[in-house]
């Protein structure tokens, strides 16, 4: 059996207003067991996605950890290191920021 979602179809019958004549539709129901593998792949998607959560937090200590190695070797640079290591820290922050929505779209989103 596949992994994706099964449907299960039931003829309906929609009344429309007297001008038109009832039409025989479909409509879809999702079985119990899709429900459970969807709600399944929701949360694997979503901790797949913030595995870049990690990445950023490495990714900052690295940056912070470059600017004291940079503060030990050329202190008559701290301002423009500084100014560096900022907009390093918000670049990785902005990356781990992004994998969190995307978990959380994943999650309630769909």
Same mark, same amino acid.
């Given at each position: 059996?596949?992994?994706? +979602? !099964?449907?299960v179809t039931s003829p309906a019958?929609?009344?429309?207003p007297v001008?038109?004549?009832?039409?025989?539709?479909?409509? /879809?129901?999702?079985s119990a067991v899709?429900?459970?593998?969807?709600?399944? +792949? !929701?949360f694997i998607g979503a901790g797949a996605a913030t595995v870049g959560v990690a990445g950023s937090g490495a990714g900052i200590?690295?940056? /912070?950890g470059s600017l004291i190695i940079g503060y030990a070797r050329?202190?008559?640079? !701290?301002q423009q290191l500084f100014s560096y290591a900022i907009l390093g820290f918000a670049l990785s922050e902005a990356m781990g920021l992004f994998?969190?929505?995307?978990?959380?779209?994943i999650l309630f989103a769909m």
């Open positions: 059996m596949y992994a994706c +979602a !099964k449907f019958v929609t009344l429309l001008s038109q004549s009832a039409v025989l539709s479909r409509s /879809f129901q999702t899709s429900r459970d593998i969807d709600t399944a +792949a !929701k200590g690295t940056v /912070f050329n202190p008559s640079l !701290k994998c969190l929505m995307v978990a959380f779209l």
